[in-house]
């Protein structure tokens, strides 16, 4: 493990305290669940059938295909870059995008992707560029 990485790591961890702490109490919750590092980020599998990510912890279904986990890890990397501004930012209209019933009636009859809003296609093109995994344009 490099220097550099650690220090990643460590600025990551303290950039992004807020959902780092959330995604901590999630991962102890889950700890039994089957987990492995994916670049920066400890990756749990747990029974859930969406995934999740705050911060340096991803949450993904069990065998996730690689698209799932590239986008997560895409949110990782909006977490590097927006700081405490991820939950406000990214994961509250991302919930609201996902569990609405009014979005999800939009979604189904407009036929639009759950990945085209824009900050769930950024999570995607980022993720593309760290992880691989082709993204959905």
């Known amino acids: ?67 799932l986990l590239a986008h997560e890890y895409g949110h990782c990397v909006q977490s590097f870059m927006l700081g405490p501004l991820y939950l406000p930012l990214v994961v ?10 009014a979005f999800e009636r939009l979604r189904r009859v407009r036929g639009i992707s759950y990945y085209d809003m824009p900050i769930e296609h950024w999570a995607d093109v980022l993720g593309e560029s760290h992880v691989g995994g082709k993204h959905r344009v």
Do not use: D
Request: with cysteine.
């Open 92 to 101: 509250l209209p991302s919930l609201l995008w996902a569990g609405l019933p």
């Open 1 to 67: 493990m490099s220097v550099r990485y650690v220090g990643l790591r460590v600025v990551h961890a303290v950039w992004g305290l807020p959902q780092n702490v959330i995604g901590a109490v999630v991962a102890l919750a889950t700890c039994r669940r089957p987990h492995y590092a994916c670049r920066t980020a400890l990756v749990t599998e747990w029974p859930l059938k969406s995934g999740l990510s705050l911060g340096l912890f991803v949450f993904v279904p069990q065998n996730c295909q690689q698209r």
